[in-house]
Antibody
Framework: QLQLQESGPGLVKPSETLSLTCSVS??????????WAWIRQPPGKGLEYIGN???????DSAPSLKSRVTISVDRSKNQFSLKLRSVTGADTAVYFC??????????????WGQGTLVTVSS | DIQMTQSPSSLFASVGDRVTITCRAS??????LNWYQQTPGKPPKLLMY???TLQSGVPSRFSGSGSGTDFTLTISSLQPEDFASYYC?????????FGGGTKVEI
């Protein structure tokens, strides 16, 4: 059974870099059928797509965050990571990692991690 | 970028009610429209893809329709476990984007 687990600091200071890792178990991150994505949800608000990465290392991100986001993949560890630079309080959110399928349910997020709350505060 | 707008943002309903949620895209997404259900403290769960195809294990009281820019999610007879937030997501083009959500409350 596929499982995704986010990990990283729960508190980040303003202007610093938020770093999260998603560990994938039960499937290979090197599958050609999926992208691996980051999505966030500010407290009490809706979902915001951050970006995703293919096993080849090809990544894209939402235009509003593109200048601050780096998404990378470590195939040897079956993990992918998110770095968000120059954070502010507006970046406080629950951060989810998810699998984006290229199969029948094209471009849907069919498996999600439980999410991790990251608070930006001094 | 494609903007997704849901309405209403919240609604009050009772067990057994028929509930309809709408989602509108700022440009055509053909039938590349997904729906998710989220309960408090949990990640979203994929309910439906391609506008009207139920994900495996989702009860048949959920149905979806629409194409182009206008879509609906209908719950035919609301059950206690259906009180949750619902999100649409366009799957037509990157950057993928979500609607603002609809909270179904008692």
């Amino acid at each position: 059974q596929l499982q995704l687990q986010e990990s990283g600091p729960g508190l980040v200071k303003p202007s610093e870099t938020l770093s999260l890792t998603c560990s994938v178990s039960g499937d290979s991150i090197s599958s050609s059928d999926y992208y691996w994505a980051w999505i966030r949800q500010p407290p009490g608000k809706g979902l915001e797509y951050i970006g995703n990465i293919y096993y080849t290392g090809s990544a894209d991100s939402a235009p509003s965050l593109k200048s601050r986001v780096t998404i990378s993949v470590d195939r040897s560890k079956n993990q992918f990571s998110l770095k968000l630079r120059s954070v502010t309080g507006a970046d406080t959110a629950v951060y989810f990692c998810a699998r984006r399928t290229l199969g029948v349910a094209t471009n849907s997020f069919d498996f999600w991690g439980q999410g991790t709350l990251v608070t930006v505060s001094s | 970028d494609i903007q997704m707008t849901q309405s209403p943002s919240s609604l009050f309903a009772s067990v057994g009610d028929r509930v309809t949620i709408t989602c509108r895209a700022s440009q055509s997404v053909r039938n590349y429209l997904n729906w998710y259900q989220q309960t408090p403290g949990k990640p979203p769960k994929l309910l439906m893809y391609a506008a009207s195809t139920l994900q495996s294990g989702v009860p048949s009281r959920f149905s979806g329709s629409g194409s182009g820019t206008d879509f609906t999610l209908t719950i035919s007879s609301l059950q206690p476990e259906d009180f949750a937030s619902y999100y649409c997501q366009q799957a037509y083009t990157t950057p993928l984007s979500f609607g603002g959500g609809t909270k179904v409350e008692i």
